[in-house]
């Protein structure tokens, strides 16, 4: 049964998103302040939560910092943001913070539990592992293992960011829309977002490259999207 961590300081939200995720067979704790999630999450059962459920206006740390500090605890818990607005600045911001995935309150029962299906369906294992490993200029991608090097360095990826990187270089050369890539790594053949996959390329050249604006793994194919391997 999945366990997932609530964040949102909205009484009558709260209630009615925990409710909804109970009647869907996932164990869940809530947290109305960021500090509360923070807490809960070093606490002794922070271990067993595998998905965190965000809202972005908090009463103590906003939802950026939240997910800042959630990702400097961990890489692999995937985190959906919430936000009132649907504010495109705060979407990016959210998303350039570490969030996986965002949804804009009000949202229905069945677009929250299918963001959540999908976003913990990423953190399983990728079929594409079982393909042969990647060593390209000093990056070193185990596919079996699960693990990304850098000249011998071990790279923290959260399960998007690995998921993404994974298929791309899976097939070298070829043009992914960014299209493909929404239904392939995160699985929305619905109310895709393009910002979902440029955000996760830029931090994933934020870790993999030496000069991020001068990619040389991941680079942009103007007018259609992102290739992997050299030019």
Do not use: N
């Not at 999630?37 to 910092?65: H, S």
């Not at 993999?208 to 001068?214: Q, Y």
Request: with cysteine; proline share 6%; aromatic share 4%.
């Amino acid at each position: 049964m999945p366990h997932v961590l609530l964040i949102e300081d909205d009484a009558s939200v709260r209630d009615g998103m925990e409710l909804v995720l109970r009647r869907h067979g996932y164990d869940v704790d809530v947290a109305a302040t960021g500090e509360e999630a923070l807490a809960l999450l070093d606490g002794p059962g922070g271990g067993r939560i595998e998905l965190a459920v965000l809202d972005l206006m908090l009463p103590d740390l906003d939802g950026f910092e939240v997910c800042r500090r959630i990702r400097a605890r961990t890489a692999v818990l995937p985190v959906i943001m919430l936000t009132a607005r649907g504010d495109d600045q705060d979407i990016v911001a959210g998303l350039e913070a570490g969030a996986d995935d965002y949804v804009v309150k009000p949202v229905t029962a069945p677009v929250l539990e299918a963001r959540i299906r999908a976003a913990l369906r990423r953190a399983e294992p990728s079929g594409a592992a079982q393909q042969a490993g990647t060593d390209l200029a000093g990056l070193a991608i185990d596919r079996a293992g699960l693990t990304v090097t850098k000249h011998g360095v071990r790279l923290a990826l959260p399960p998007t960011e690995l998921r993404l990187l994974l298929e791309l270089s899976a097939s070298p050369c070829r043009v992914f829309s960014r299209e493909q890539l929404l239904e392939s790594v995160w699985d929305h053949t619905f109310l895709g977002d393009s910002r979902l996959v440029d955000a996760a390329v830029g931090r994933l050249r934020a870790k993999l490259e030496d000069v991020p604006a001068k990619p040389r793994y991941i680079q942009t194919v103007r007018g259609f999207g992102y290739r992997f391997g050299p030019l």
